[in-house]
């Protein structure tokens, strides 16, 4: 089974330029993250899809941030235009349905390689 | 913002020495998850703990989640050189997001 893959591995833009991370989760997986860590911090989450709808958007910077996932399948994470605080590395997860009993859910969420995003 | 201090931040150790590292936070999580991460790659799942004093056993590795569920502690037997690497904690509170911990970065010395 394929793992979550994501693309470009590295992107060196210049600030006020626009990039676009893509992600493809694990076939099947309806649950999609997005997340990023910048330097010398940990891994903050971004946003959260459940097909192709919005679950949890609260972490995700300013509106210069936009993700889609039509289709429910893979997704793109557009960033327009760029700062330079926005370097870092961007993680792609999946999960499948969550399972649990009524209230307890769990999300094992599967990583991507990341996407190296470095501002100039 | 749920904080989540893993403990120490960088370890070396000799190839066969027993390690622990430590997992803390001051929140209560519905589940913890154990990652390890290697350069150029994502966090890879180690283990999911879900009730609070669970211990489980993965060959050399034992994670273990606090009675109150808002620690967790990962010790390492008699550590291999293939066990270096960076190891997070990160913390579930629902059906969304995870909290990551700070991170340990090991390394073990052959």
């Known amino acids: 089974e394929a793992g979550v893959t994501q693309f470009p591995s590295h992107s060196v833009i210049e600030k006020g330029q626009t990039v676009t991370l893509r992600c493809d989760p694990i076939s099947g997986h309806d649950n999609l993250y997005w997340y990023r860590r910048v330097m010398g911090k940990e891994i903050k989450f971004l946003l959260h899809f459940v097909k192709e709808s919005k679950q949890d958007e609260s972490g995700m910077p300013n509106n210069r941030f936009l993700a889609e996932r039509t289709g429910g399948t893979y997704s793109t994470l557009k960033v327009q235009p760029a700062e330079l605080e926005d370097s870092g590395v961007y993680f792609c997860?999946?999960?499948?349905?969550?399972?649990?009993?009524?209230?307890?859910?769990?999300?094992?969420?599967?990583f991507g390689p990341g996407t190296r995003l470095t501002v100039t | 913002t749920q904080l989540l201090e893993q403990s120490p931040q960088f370890l070396s150790i000799q190839e066969g020495e027993n390690l622990t590292v430590y997992c803390n936070s001051s929140s209560v999580f519905s589940s913890l998850q154990w990652y390890r991460q290697e350069p150029g790659e994502g966090p890879v799942l180690l283990v999911t703990?879900?009730?609070?004093?669970e211990v489980k056993k993965l060959k050399r590795l034992t994670f273990q989640f606090g009675d109150a569920r808002k620690d967790s502690s990962l010790h390492i037997t008699a550590a291999q050189p293939g066990d270096t690497g960076l190891y997070l904690c990160a913390g579930g509170t629902g059906a969304n997001n995870l909290f990551f911990g700070t991170g340990t970065r090991l390394t073990v010395i052959p």
């Open positions: 997860a999946s999960s499948t349905r969550l399972a649990g009993g009524v209230s307890l859910l769990i999300s094992e969420q599967y």
């Open positions: 703990v879900v009730t609070g004093g």
